[in-house]
């Protein structure tokens, strides 16, 4: 098992000139949280009386392949030394129960995750456990294809997004040469093992503390009533492409080489990445009722129904049809399985010219940036990406720090909100281009044009 921490230890500024003196060089404690030349993170309840989102940025500190691998053939899940690290920023928007699935997730699940060590046989009592507990033809289902269901989902990364947007049929594996002549397979960025965890935890957390079957015996009906609300999830983990350079837990704060980015996504919380021409790149899939996928994952569109405003509803209640928690619907198929995809990002200098082009977003991109609905239902992503361009290229680097642009983003939705407008919450993690994309503000028109009309509707209102 591993372990996480909500901190990095960075080398000073004068390490080299203290070792040269025969001093030891100190290590500078810094708060993922304070630490605002790196990442930013901003969150208000807007016009909503209790502020249900909620985020978590930690580090963890997980077994390298060759522990894992170790751990295995040993039958044990204890290691002398956690190497590999990993940045963790999770974002989660609650509904219901007023915060409470969403706070128990980001005070809770990136422990789960880091400390899970899960086999095969676990996974599948773990089915057979929601097929009991929770009942309904989905659990049923489940349970009788599990074979199959790791096989095709963990086994063999075939996550339930990642061929229906990124891998054309029958295309086989695209692979990317460095310059060394070293192959880069940008499609099995992930192992057996840490898709299980992940898959696995998701799930154990959702049915033992987020519908509580771990804390109490209670019949069904009560249950609901005591284990009330739900929250979506998004995560993105970045680690150091070539292992060894991830055991240094700063990699993230100057990365020399590629990144891996994994993302999981549970709900309708967007994760956004600007490349280095300044173009924002959606990296999720909402689980919306009115998703087609979604849809047949149910094999019902009998559960799918509009609202008085037109929208799709899962049950007549449920903009999403995958969540943690809202226990109502867990027999009806609402699940907290992950969506998992997986990327290579970041420097392109071991890179041949040749080879770029065969990076999803081209390398060198700039930034990523998490949001909760209470921001993406008032902006597109590439008017966030540009209030966040522009932001620094009017302030300087000094100034425009991802936290003043986090802030900045929040600001913006308070401006332009009406009285019902949602929770917003921004993240934004800067990556090593930070600074250098065009001096083009694509929709600042647009973005002027939503701030006009806000303050007009004020002045109507008054």
Known sequence: MGRTQSFVHLKPANAVATARVGGKSPMLRVHLDRFPSVIGHCSNRINRRYNEDT?????????????ELAMLREGTDQCSEWRKSVLNLSIFDGHGGQGRVSKMLSEHLHTSIATASPTQEQLFQLLEQYRNLIGGEYWEELYAGREEFYTRFIKNCNTKQEQVLYKPENSGSRMIFDKWGNIIDKTSLLHEQERLRLYYTFLKFDLDRCCGFAEANLPFSKRIEAYSGGSTASSIFISSYEE???????????PAGLLKLVVTQ???TKIILCDQNGIAHSLTKAHHASSLRESNRLHSNAAMQKDSFGDTRFLNNFANTRSFGDLVAKPEGLTSEPDIYSYLIGGTLDLPHSERSKLQFGGDECFICLITDGVSDLMSDQELADLITSTVNLRGLKVGTPQYVAEEVIKYIMAIGGRHADNATCLILRLPNWGNWPNLDRTGAARESKLLDASQGDRTDD
Request: hydrophobic residues 40%; charged residues 20%.
């Open 55 to 67: 985020y978590a940025i930690n580090m963890l500190k997980l077994p390298s392949l060759s522990q």
């Open 244 to 254: 060894q350079r991830s055991f240094d837990e700063s990699f993230f704060v100057s």
């Open 266 to 268: 549970v709900g309708d």
